[in-house]
């Protein structure tokens, strides 16, 4: 079965850096977009960033542009989101998502558990 | 702010049919996007329910479905019970916007 798990969450410093890690299993990693999407407490989804399933293009939501990068291992069938100069309102729950849409029509059909992400001084 | 409008509430005894609305514009649900629709139950992640505007996942009850109209979208939930409640959202592509992925703000459904 398919099955997305992430890691990597923990607390840190404004202006810090985290990364975090998706390790999926149970379909062919290499065939399908993946996406973050994050959760700020009590709040709605808000999507982060997407990679294309070869790796040959990556979108960024413009709150994190220029300070989060997308990106994948084929190899070791991982997701990672590389999250540098963070900010308190970069506190959340990120989830990593499979994408099995095609001709630009994005969505998710499986999605981690999340990990938690929070920046605070 | 959405770009995706959903009320904050819904609310419906057992056995009941409601219906969650989701209203766009004409860069995203007017403009003939599909609209996806997701369940979260409370402490979990979400979970996919209506892709494709219409279309259930595997193991999705036949008693939620999807609809479009226009500049919006609706979810509905027939035979309401207990375990429906959840939040639900929405979600669809925006042109007017650099991001690929929109989501509705959310909707808290009580089942009474």
């Known amino acids: 079965q398919v099955q997305l798990v992430e890691s990597g969450g923990g607390v840190v410093q404004p202006g810090r850096s985290l990364r975090l890690s998706c390790v999926a299993s149970?379909?062919?990693?290499?065939?399908?977009?993946m996406h973050w999407v994050r959760q700020a407490p009590g709040k709605g989804l808000e999507w982060v960033a997407v990679?294309?399933?070869?790796?040959?293009?990556?979108y960024y939501t413009d709150a994190v542009k220029g300070r989060f990068t997308i990106s994948r291992d084929d190899s070791k069938n991982t997701l990672y989101l590389q999250m540098n100069s963070l900010r308190v309102e970069d506190t959340a729950v990120y989830y990593c998502?499979?994408?099995?849409?095609?001709?630009?029509?994005?969505?998710?059909?499986?999605w981690g558990q999340g990990t938690l992400a929070t920046v605070s001084s | 702010q959405s770009v995706l409008t959903q009320p904050p509430s819904v609310s419906g005894a057992p056995g009941q049919k409601i219906t969650i609305s989701c209203t766009g514009s004409?860069?995203?649900?007017?403009?003939?996007?599909?609209v996806h629709w997701y369940q979260q139950l409370p402490g979990a992640a979400p979970k996919l329910l209506i892709y494709?505007?219409?279309n259930r996942p595997s193991g999705v009850p036949d008693r939620f479905s999807g609809s479009r109209s226009g500049t919006s979208a609706s979810l509905a939930i027939t035979g309401l019970q207990g375990e429906d409640e959840a939040d639900y959202y929405c979600?669809?592509?925006?042109?007017?916007?650099?991001?690929?992925?929109?989501f509705g703000g959310g909707t808290k459904l009580t089942v009474l």
């Open positions: 004409s860069s995203n649900i007017g403009a003939g996007y599909y």
């Open positions: 149970g379909y062919t990693f290499r065939n399908y977009g």
């Open positions: 494709d505007t219409v």
């Open positions: 990679i294309w399933y070869d790796g040959s293009k990556r």
């Open positions: 979600q669809t592509h925006d042109s007017s916007l650099s991001g690929l992925v929109v």
């Open positions: 998502a499979r994408d099995p849409g095609d001709n630009g029509n994005f969505y998710f059909d499986y």
